[in-house]
């Protein structure tokens, strides 16, 4: 099943942080569709839209592989379904 | 058009640090199968129905929760008002059915599980009269059930036989539930106009009209809409506030929509409502009074208090309603002041007081709820009290509802604490001059003529 996700990384900026997701992402077979970075508020926020092949990796199993990732480099790394944010901002 | 990483922040700022959560999905569930002469069985049959149909609901919840990212803060069940099984039963104590819904509600892990309850606006019948005698020992011999009666409707009146039977059955549960501070009046709500689909506590009942079972949803999110507010330029006129608190109610809304649909696909039954109330909890900022003095009006409860709660409750309803199309339950602001930090500063400070609440309540819902009040306030005085609210949600065709909290041994001043959601709260003052004559009158309160209209 492929699922369509947002992955949020917030905190402060430092070397490493997108090869580390995405090594994590390739190695759970999930595809980045789309990847932005910027600076909001002073924390650096980086989001990516990518497809879950929950066939690959369950959807839990990748959340906590990209907890675990976000927490060796000290950044805040959520993973969530891409509807929520759909539903919520769009009409 | 994609989602923008403004957006997606805005999204996990509401949730990490403005308190956005769903406060409650809850599975309604008809238990009219279950009926039977013999109380126990009909108790174990009850047990067995409701373990079944609730098994996965928290494993459910909590699969969403984390999928989604947006936290669920309670799983509750809603049962069929129980005097309708009680009127069945050969035997005058119902506790034995509150003792099977106490155990179910443990087994499947959800901390409430509302239905113990009877409606006679009109008149009270054989069940109704065994349940409502149950409930003072029922409420103190179980942990998670909750009681609720209506006893008026814009259709039928107030009856008063009910309020001031109600009024000594609040007297007594506080009572039997001395040792804890009197919390069983906590968990027993008497309304007027009750509705089928609440999803809230603890007045939260699956109705005659529904079917065999649903899943209703209560969003929540006064931390949020108050964020909103704090962060308007100070010069943003009403119009300005009523259009942000809005859109805010908007995407809390929809947020509610998706988990309830959610919800009820994977337990494979339908979806019913979502209530559009905003729920405060104790926790710092996720208050009503605060959204209500980020608006600019002192301490919640001076004067206008009931204007900007007017506003905010109306413009959560406009939010809401472009959000699902199955709006429900109560949807109305709450203003429990045991579960509102800011509530219970502003009584502190003596600008809230029980009359002024009161008169909140015509415009929101749902009234007087979970107010601490002196242990030693007369039967006759705690059915005035409700009779009044219920008269303005007569009148006005609206839910309306008291839940009293007589505390045994504590005078004004004094505070409990009921710790977690509900909080603690200050013993409010009660006016002396009761109508005590008027509600010994007993009788109905005939059904106003704004009820005519076929």
């Not at chain 1, 879950?52 to 959520?78: I, K, R, S, Y």
């Not at chain 2, 403005?18 to 199968?33: C, V």
């Not at chain 2, 579960?339 to 009234?367: F, H, N, P, W, Y």
């Amino acid at each position: 099943m492929q699922t369509p996700a947002i992955l949020s990384v917030l905190g402060e900026d430092r070397v490493g942080i997108v090869a580390s997701i995405s090594r994590v992402l390739a190695e759970n077979g999930a595809n980045i569709e789309d990847i932005r970075q910027t600076i909001i508020g002073g924390i650096f926020s980086m989001t990516m839209l990518v497809t879950v092949n929950e066939d690959h990796t369950p959807f839990d199993q990748l959340q906590t592989n990209l907890t675990a990732a976000g927490t060796e480099m000290n950044v805040q790394v959520t993973l969530q379904r891409e509807d929520v944010f759909r539903y919520m901002h769009r009409i | 058009m994609r989602i923008s990483p403004e957006e997606i922040v805005e999204t996990l700022l509401m949730v990490t640090q403005q308190n956005l959560d769903i406060r409650t999905i809850t599975l309604g569930l008809s238990i009219a199968q279950c009926a039977d002469t013999d109380v126990n069985r009909c108790a174990d049959k009850v047990y067995e129905h409701v373990t079944s149909a609730a098994r996965d609901l928290v494993s459910i919840a909590e699969d969403i929760q984390s999928e989604y990212g947006i936290p669920i803060i309670n799983r509750r069940i809603a049962v069929t008002p129980v005097a309708q099984l009680g009127s069945v039963v050969q035997t005058p104590d119902l506790t034995p059915i509150a003792l099977a819904l106490d155990r179910a509600a443990k087994e499947v892990g959800v901390d409430f599980i509302g239905g113990f309850s009877a409606l006679v606006q009109k008149g009270i019948g054989a069940g109704d009269r065994r349940l409502i005698d149950s409930i003072p020992h029922a409420l103190a011999v179980t942990e998670r059930v909750c009681s609720s009666v209506n006893v008026a409707s814009t259709r039928a009146g107030i009856n008063m036989d009910a309020v001031l039977r109600m009024a000594e059955v609040v007297c007594e549960t506080s009572q039997t539930t001395a040792d804890q501070d009197s919390f069983g009046c906590g968990k027993l709500v008497l309304f007027c106009n009750m509705v089928e689909d609440n999803p809230f506590m603890a007045g939260a009942v699956h109705g005659v009209g529904e079917g065999d079972a649903v899943i209703n949803v209560g969003i929540s999110g006064p931390g949020v809409v108050r964020a909103v507010v704090a962060s308007l330029d100070p010069g943003a006129d009403l119009t300005e506030v009523a259009e942000a608190i809005k859109a805010t109610a908007f995407k809390i809304t929809r947020a509610g929509e998706l988990i309830a649909r959610e919800a009820a696909r994977r337990l494979g039954v339908s979806m019913g409502i979502v209530d559009l109330s905003l729920a405060p909890t104790p926790a710092e900022g996720d208050s009503v009074a605060e959204i209500i003095e980020a608006m600019g009006v002192k301490r919640c409860g001076g004067p206008g208090t009931t204007t900007a709660l007017a506003l905010l409750n109306d413009a959560v309803k406009k939010g809401g309603a472009m959000g699902t199309s199955s709006i429900g339950g109560l949807s109305g602001a709450f203003i429990p002041v045991s579960e509102d930090a800011g509530m219970i500063r502003a009584v502190q400070a003596g600008a809230l007081t029980l009359e002024k609440l009161e008169a909140m309540t015509a415009v929101c819902s749902v009234g007087l709820d979970m107010i601490a009040i002196p242990g030693d306030t007369p039967a006759e005085t705690i059915a005035a009290i409700v009779s009044d609210v219920c008269a303005i949600g007569m009148i006005n065709h609206k839910t309306t509802a008291a839940r009293l909290i007589p505390v045994a041994g504590k005078v004004v001043g004094d505070m409990v604490e009921y710790g977690g959601l509900f909080g603690s709260a200050p013993i409010m003052e009660v006016n002396a001059w009761a109508g005590t004559g008027l509600v010994r009158r007993g009788g109905r309160v005939p059904a106003p003529l704004g009820s005519l209209r076929n």
